[in-house]
């Protein structure tokens, strides 16, 4: 199938680009270079033999899209584009609502008026708001966001739904990530972020090549076996796949389908810093701070609607993303240039 895949060029879209040459499909990719690098088509090249189609366009601008689609006619899109930082989206609220609504309404425009009617969109776990309890189920209510970002993903969950209500022919596969960490275990693609990261991974993996001098943990008084905070962490490459898998949602029953792409397991900070000494034979030195404001204790998936509708499960474990996120920051100590 021929698949537009928005935003291919950054962390989770390249990966899935992979995976999509790799099962057949051919991606073209739209992405204006904002938090990725012209570099990662060629990795991709490299990779899979195959240098996809790429648009350097603002996937809210309808114009470049239309053009796109006139000439590409892609039967599917999946729509990584957007902005991703929740500390950036509390100090920077409206260019978050612009940048993550406007491009999925521009494509939802240009989708009808070329007869695209396949959409899979990037949600986050973050729609859940605080758990009442875990694992955390696709049936269980969107709850109150604590920030821009996780507000912009519950919005276009709605728009998405309301549009297939309205649109009989639309199909939208909406994908709730929980955490997804690791790189491809070539070293060549993985997760570059700007300036220090907000994210527990690439923070433990700065501090394992000394580029920061130790981990802060933030709290280990939560109501937890070691007191550190719990989350569901999956391996970039499982999440990609999880992409492929979601494509058979696409056939048969029209309308918006909700999946937990997770592992269904829950890992403490604590563990997951053991894990990765362990794994790379490095240590990693750390303080305990305060918590961190909006941070829940718990959150882990429910997987069992991806297995039993898409037949998706997640085979890598922690060491493996420990071992393949430590390899990307080694060969790439100042990110994919
Ligand atoms: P990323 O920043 O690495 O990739 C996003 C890509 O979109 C970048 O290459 C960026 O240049 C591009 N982009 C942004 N705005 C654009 C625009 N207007 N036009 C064209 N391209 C644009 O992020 P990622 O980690 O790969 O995340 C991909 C998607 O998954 C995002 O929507 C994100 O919110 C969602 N998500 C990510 C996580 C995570 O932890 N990484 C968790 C849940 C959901
Ligand atoms: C965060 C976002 C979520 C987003 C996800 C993936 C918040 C409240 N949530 O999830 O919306 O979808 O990233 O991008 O920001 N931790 C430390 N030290 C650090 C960093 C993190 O102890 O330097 C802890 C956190 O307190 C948490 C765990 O590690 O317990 C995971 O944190 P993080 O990687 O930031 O992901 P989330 O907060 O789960």
Redesign the pocket.
């Known amino acids: 199938m021929k698949i537009l895949v928005t935003g291919g060029l950054g962390f989770i879209g390249s990966e899935t680009v992979l995976a999509l040459i790799s099962s057949g499909h051919t991606p073209v990719i739209a992405d204006n270079l904002y938090n990725s690098k012209i570099g990662v088509l060629g990795r991709i090249e490299t990779l899979s033999g195959v240098r996809p189609a790429f648009y350097r366009i603002d996937v809210s601008d309808k114009k470049a899209l239309a053009d796109l689609f006139e000439k590409e006619r892609p039967e599917a899109v999946i729509h990584f584009a957007g902005y991703?930082a929740?500390g950036e989206s509390v100090s920077k609220p409206i260019m978050y609502y612009r940048n993550n609504l406007m491009t999925t309404l521009s494509l939802l425009e240009t989708m009808e008026e070329f007869g695209c009617e396949n959409i899979v969109f990037s949600s986050?776990?973050?729609v859940y708001g605080t758990p009442k309890r875990v694992p955390l189920y696709e049936t269980d209510k969107r709850g109150e966001t604590?920030n821009p970002?996780?507000e912009t993903k519950s919005m276009i969950e709605r728009i998405l739904e309301d549009a297939c209500k309205a649109f009989s022919s639309l199909t939208a596969v909406i994908l709730r990530y929980f955490?997804p960490i690791g790189a491809h275990p070539s070293g060549l693609l993985g997760e570059d972020p700007r300036g220090i990261p907000?994210?527990?991974?690439p923070?433990i993996a700065q501090v394992a090549i000394g580029k920061r001098d130790k981990?802060?943990?933030?709290?280990n008084d939560y109501d937890t076996a070691d007191g550190?905070?719990v989350?569901d962490y999956i391996h970039v490459v499982d999440l990609a796949e999880g992409h492929v898998a979601a494509l058979k949602a696409l056939d048969g029953k029209k309308g918006a389908k909700v999946f937990n792409l997770g592992t269904g397991r829950g890992t403490s900070?604590l563990e997951l810093v053991h894990a990765f000494e362990k794994a790379n034979g490095v240590k990693i030195p750390y303080v305990i701070e305060d918590r961190?404001p909006?941070?829940v204790a718990v959150?882990y998936a429910s997987v069992e609607k991806a297995y039993r509708e898409l037949g998706y499960k997640a085979r890598l474990t922690i060491e493996d993303a420990c071992r393949d996120s430590y390899n990307f920051q080694l060969k790439n100590p100042d990110g994919i240039i």
């Open positions: 991703k929740v986050s776990a973050t604590t970002y996780g955490n907000n994210n527990l991974m923070y981990l802060h943990i933030f709290g550190t905070g989350r900070v961190r909006g941070d959150n």
